[in-house]
């Protein structure tokens, strides 16, 4: 199997399969981030990323094969980072080259993520990146942690 991975624009076929993606049951336990229904998914995507030139978003193809996503965005005066693989994709490293790769392209520092404290798949996914630990705050009814990637010179 051809394991290279890549960034690419997301087009709108992309939709299709992130909505598919967002609506895996063991995904949404992980990330404790609750799938939306077709139409609001659909209208979140098209209007507030795609439709928004502050935010980053990049398709990850593994092989030519669409695996997910990750995105930058802006909340207040932080910019946070975030992604989603088919679960298909999990394990394999392909998060952890998929994020090396949109990190050499969002030059924003210092960069957030906040994942669920459980997702620890996720956590170290952002530490081998040299995301932070700086604390929690509260979310629905989960704890997640705050990491931050500061500028080189601040690290």
Known sequence: ????????????DDLEVFFV???DEEAVRRSRFPSRERDAFMEHWTHT???????????????GE??????AWWKGDRRFVGYWFGRR??????G????????????????????VAGNVGSVRLLERHGFRRTGTVPRREDEHLV?????????
């Open 1 to 12: 199997m051809d394991e290279r991975v890549g960034l690419r624009d997301v087009g709108p």
């Open 21 to 23: 993606q967002q609506c």
């Open 49 to 63: 990323i795609l439709g928004d030139p502050a935010v980053f978003v990049q398709a990850v193809v593994v092989g």
């Open 66 to 71: 669409l695996a997910g996503n990750v995105v």
């Open 89 to 94: 994709f999990w394990g394999r490293g392909i």
């Open 96 to 115: 952890t080259r998929a994020l090396g790769l949109f990190l050499e392209r969002e030059q924003a520092r210092p960069l957030y993520a906040d994942p």
């Open 147 to 155: 990491l931050v990637l500061a500028a080189a010179a601040d690290r």
